[in-house]
């Protein structure tokens, strides 16, 4: 994990202290808990609620963060959030055998588009009709 990450997990963790509890538990425990693992405890950010946003001395990768909880979590479709939870939070993490373990376990289909397999009469047209037009006898 890279001192930037740490410093950055600090950051939310400390901001996270002064959001709503209703916003703080739409955060899985998993990622509050991952971010309190690989935080910084030499870094010494403290949040004033006094200073806008804004102004505030916060690095570049906790505000990106931020602003996946803000749309994954805090302004996510219930539809979405089953997706979110089990591929978006192991990349957010760099997590790649959680990933693997829970595209494996889910088998969640993310198609936008319905489609059915072909059986194979139809994939022998299709590639039929590949050769034809390949060899330019489409007159």
Known sequence: MSSYNSIAYTEVLEILKYIPQEKYKLIPDRVIESMMKNCDE???FTYNIGVPFERQKISKKAIEIL???D????????????II?????AKLFNN???LKESTKDSKVNTSLVATTPKNWIMKLIDRLKSFK?????NK
């Open 42 to 44: 030499k870094c010494n």
């Open 133 to 137: 037009k390949m060899f330019g006898q």
């Open 67 to 69: 602003e996946f909880f």
């Open 96 to 98: 790649k055998a959680e």
């Open 71 to 82: 749309k994954n979590f805090w302004n996510a479709s219930e539809s979405s959030q089953v």
């Open 85 to 89: 939870n089990q591929v978006n939070i």
